[in-house]
């Protein structure tokens, strides 16, 4: 069984530009949920979608949106990027409507902003 | 209170050692937990889950009390290899299956 997996594994913006970064969860999971851990930090809960709705969002600016697709994979959009935005970005799925279920991480895209 | 505290770290025991890492909620209505390990700049994985008063694999265990809202992680004959960051993962308020991650606990096992 695939993972879920992340793209890209690196990606390196110039501040004030725009980030996509894209996420497939496991398949027949239907949530996914993105998270920001900056270098040192702890995990930072940024969004969480299930079945192409946004669910529950974290304490960050209106410049960090997302969605999610019909097939459950998602995109992680950051406007307007600052240096403050570098960081690994996690992203992980799990089934729906269950908190008995951990998530699985996929091995995150690792932003850096200069 | 915060949603998740855990113990600060770091924690550096020789192999062979015994060590326990406490973590506490703040959310009493919630049902299930979980401890995650992250190596360094690697993503978290799941290491256990806890349901009911406890749960142990192997030279693992992890104990829930809910009276007094906190869980523990046990590890007994530590190896070099879990060395690792520790996170106590709780489900957000009236979010179940949104889950909080503490801040993570550190263990160092030196040779």
């Known amino acids: 069984e695939a993972g879920v997996t992340q793209s890209p594994t690196h990606l390196i913006k110039t501040r004030g530009q725009q980030a996509t970064l894209r996420c497939s969860p496991i398949s027949g999971h239907t949530s996914v949920y993105w998270y920001q851990q900056a270098l040192g930090l702890g995990l930072q809960f940024l969004l969480w979608?299930?079945?192409?709705?946004?669910?529950n969002r974290g304490n960050f600016p209106p410049r960090f949106s997302g969605r999610q697709f019909p097939n459950y994979s998602s995109e992680l959009n950051v406007n307007a990027l600052e240096l403050e935005d570098s960081a690994l970005y996690l992203c992980?799925?799990?089934?729906?409507?269950?908190?008995?279920?951990?998530?699985?991480f996929g091995s995150g895209t690792r932003l850096t902003v200069v | 209170r915060k949603e998740v505290e855990q113990d600060p770290g770091p924690f550096n025991v020789p192999e062979g050692a015994t060590v326990a890492f406490n973590c506490t909620y703040s959310?009493?209505?919630?049902?299930?937990f979980f401890w995650y390990r992250q190596d360094c700049r690697k993503e978290p994985k799941l290491l256990m889950s806890v349901y009911s008063s406890g749960n142990e694999d192997g030279r693992f265990t992890a104990q829930l009390n809910r009276a007094s809202q906190y869980i523990s992680l046990l590890i007994r004959d530590s190896k070099l290899s879990d060395s690792a960051t520790y996170l106590c993962v709780v489900p957000r308020p009236n979010y179940g299956q949104n889950f909080v991650f503490g801040p993570g606990t550190r263990l160092s096992v030196l040779p």
């Open positions: 979608y299930d079945e192409g709705e946004e669910r």
């Open positions: 992980a799925s799990s089934p729906r409507l269950t908190e008995n279920y951990g998530y699985t």
């Open positions: 959310n009493s209505a919630s049902q299930s």
